[in-house]
């Protein structure tokens, strides 16, 4: 069964430097990884996904992902972090569509707080 | 702007009572699922529909039903409401075919049973 860990509750970083939150993953065969942000009472936002190729991603609003496959993680980074930032993060797994899989696994969530 | 609507946004029920949640997608796509958020919790699978089909389902009893129509709209039932029903629903869609396709995700329907 597909699964994924974020093993930080909550992330905490001044403005201007650089953030990480942390997301590793276990999957039986390739897997299709995302990133999604959650803003208070609203939906998911998606900002990148791993499918293939590069291991570094590039999304939306700076953000970036690092695919690492020895180490089953894909880590969500940004240069420099904004308050506007502050919300709640998902990582998100799904290998090859097969029946009862055809679905995302979402991790616990992390909250990032951006302090001015 | 996800292109993916929900409605209602709030609601609250009694409990046994029975509940219709209803999605809107973007044009095209043609694979809807359902996700139940509840308070401090990553998102849970429910299920998925592909043309009009169920083609998927997570551990959610069949008291959990679903519709999907042929103009990208679908809904989600939920009959004999329990209190830890109570939760976000999130819908969301995405073009079908491969499993690396972007999945898009509505501003979710907020469900309380009393």
């Known amino acids: 069964a597909q699964s994924v860990a974020q093993p930080e509750d909550q992330v905490n970083v001044a403005e201007g430097n650089p953030l990480t939150v942390k997301c590793t993953y276990s999957?039986?065969?390739?897997?299709?990884l995302f990133w999604y942000v959650q803003y208070p009472n609203r939906g998911l936002q998606f900002l990148l996904k791993?499918?293939?190729?590069?291991?570094l991603v590039k999304g939306s609003y700076g953000f970036e992902a690092e695919f690492n496959k020895s180490q089953t993680s894909f880590h969500l980074k940004k240069p420099s972090a904004l308050v506007s930032d502050s919300a709640l993060y998902f990582c998100a797994v799904r290998d090859a569509p097969a029946p009862g899989r055809r679905a995302l696994t979402f991790g616990s969530g992390t909250r990032l707080q951006v302090q001015p | 702007e996800t292109g993916v609507t929900q409605s209602p946004t709030h609601l609250i029920k009694t409990r046994g009572q029975q509940v219709t949640l209803r999605c809107s997608s973007q044009?095209?796509?043609?694979?809807v699922s359902w996700y139940q958020q509840a308070l401090g919790q990553g998102p849970q699978f429910i299920f998925q529909y592909y043309r009009e089909e169920e083609n998927g389902r997570g551990n959610f009893p069949p008291r959990f039903s679903g519709l999907q129509f042929p103009n990208y709209s679908s809904e989600l039932n939920v009959n004999a409401l329990e209190l830890d029903d109570s939760a976000l629903y999130l819908c969301a869609s995405r073009v079908g075919g491969g499993p690396g396709n972007t999945i898009y995700f509505g501003e979710g329907s907020w469900l309380t049973v009393v």
């Open positions: 999957v039986s065969g390739n897997p299709y």
């Open positions: 044009s095209g796509h043609n694979t």
């Open positions: 791993y499918i293939t190729g590069d291991n």
